[in-house]
């Protein structure tokens, strides 16, 4: 799979976020063998090609990437963020999503595309 990414190895930048058991996490602070038996879901796993998960198509629809290096770990953690249900307001969703760095600045784009799928009260929220 490629879509994780390396990116400061510290977990403070969000690229490498993955969903771990149904929980966000920053995969680079995790070692691979303490969590044998669990389930690993990446971008990858969230949809295809063919049936899009609704944030990867609200992603699209609100231009919320630009290079698109973090958007496999913003996609991953706001799956998560929703399932948490913490998130109501924007400003909640920037808050949940601030351990998710964007060089290229798409924040914008990012929340409206999370407080989207969140107005829209999608089910489709667990893994396909």
């Known amino acids: 799979m490629t879509g994780s990414k390396k990116g400061c ?9 993955v969903l771990l058991d149904g929980k966000r996490v920053n995969s680079c602070l995790i070692l691979a063998v303490s969590r044998e038996g669990s389930t ?7 949809g295809s090609t063919s049936k899009m998960h609704p944030l990867q198509s609200a992603f699209i629809r609100h231009d919320a990437l630009q290079c698109g290096y973090c958007t496999p770990g913003q996609i991953c953690s706001a799956v998560g963020l929703l399932r948490e249900g913490q998130a109501k307001s924007r400003d909640e969703i920037r808050e949940g999503m601030s351990g998710n760095l964007c060089r290229c600045g798409a924040y914008i784009g990012i929340v409206d595309a999370i407080a989207d799928v969140m107005a829209s009260g999608s089910t489709l929220l667990e893994d396909q």
Do not use: S
């Not at 190895?9 to 976020?17: E, I, K, N, R």
């Not at 690993?40 to 969230?46: Q, S």
């Open 9 to 17: 190895d510290h977990g403070q930048c969000g690229a490498c976020t």
């Open 40 to 46: 690993v879901t990446t971008i990858e796993g969230l």
